[in-house]
Nanobody, 120 residues
């Protein structure tokens, strides 16, 4: 059974930093893109960041410059480090994996999500 399990969410204050982790199991993801999406209450899910198997990255403008996505293929894990968090970053953050996450913002596999709440 293929699974993606996110962790690291929580309640933080505006200006804080946070690192989310997503561990994959059931297959190797080293040859897949992996990425992060988020969905705020009442809004559609949106792309946040993604990383190719070779380390190439892409970020949404809303997080560019204050976020870093990375991966450890040996651990089948992707990370999202976010600095200078803002209340508008509050959302459920989802991990995704697949061949087209970077190019088309499309995931074939999805995690269950982790809540990030940023208080002002």
């Amino acid at each position: 059974q293929v699974q993606l399990v996110e962790s690291g969410g929580g309640l933080v204050q505006s200006g804080d930093s946070l690192r989310l982790s997503c561990a994959g199991s059931g297959r190797t993801f080293s040859n897949y893109d992996m990425g992060w999406f988020r969905q705020a209450p009442g809004k559609e899910r949106e792309f946040v960041a993604a990383i190719r198997w070779n380390g190439a990255t892409r970020y949404a403008n809303s997080v560019k410059g204050r976020s870093t996505i990375s991966r450890d293929n040996a651990k089948n894990t992707v990370y999202l480090h976010m600095d200078s968090l803002k209340p508008e970053d509050t959302a459920v953050y989802y991990c995704a994996a697949g061949p087209w996450v970077v190019t088309y913002e499309r995931g074939d596999y999805w995690g269950q999500g982790t809540q990030v709440t940023v208080s002002s």
